[in-house]
Structures are given as C-alpha cells and as structure tokens.
C-alpha cells in the first residue's frame, strides 16, 4: 500500500485529500478514490491538467509512495489580465 495526496485549489481554499492506494495504482484511481469529484463538481478529468509536483501527468500513469497529485484549473480571462500587470 501507499499514501498518497490528491489537491485541488481555489483562490480562497484548498483541498487536499489523504488516502492509502495498493501499489501500481494510477492517477485515475486516485483522483476517484479520494472522492474530489464528488466535493468539487467543476473538476472534469477529461478537461482538468492533472500533474505530480507540477510535472504535468496522465490519467494511466502509475503513482508512487509520497505522491502529491495536483488538479489543476484553468485560468479565466480576468487571472490571465492580472498576470499581465
């Protein structure tokens, strides 16, 4: 077995979810055992980034012991202006 984190982030708030996962499991079966999509329905997994220590990742990847798996959100237009002043 092995622990792992799933995080999501919004502006204000962070979620980030503990779990323990039999070795060789995915990044797919991590994000759907931590239960993230059921607290955050706006996450769509055929549209969300999803990376590992910022290293961008795919869903069949394997995960390892310590792993920290990031759903990434898109960034909307008004962060995307602000980023630029």
């Known amino acids: 077995m092995i622990k792992i984190e799933v995080v999501y982030a919004l502006p204000k708030k962070q979620f980030i979810i503990q779990t323990i996962l039999p070795k060789n ?8 055992k931590s239960k993230i999509l059921k607290i955050r329905k706006e996450i769509k997994l055929n549209k969300n980034k999803i990376g590992i220590y ?3 990742v795919k869903l069949n990847d394997i995960i390892f012991e310590g792993d920290r798996i ?5 960034l909307t237009f008004l962060s995307k202006l602000r980023s630029k002043l």
């Open 70 to 74: 990031e759903i990434y959100r898109s």
């Open 54 to 56: 910022g290293k961008i």
């Open 25 to 32: 499991s995915t990044v797919k079966t991590a994000i759907i």
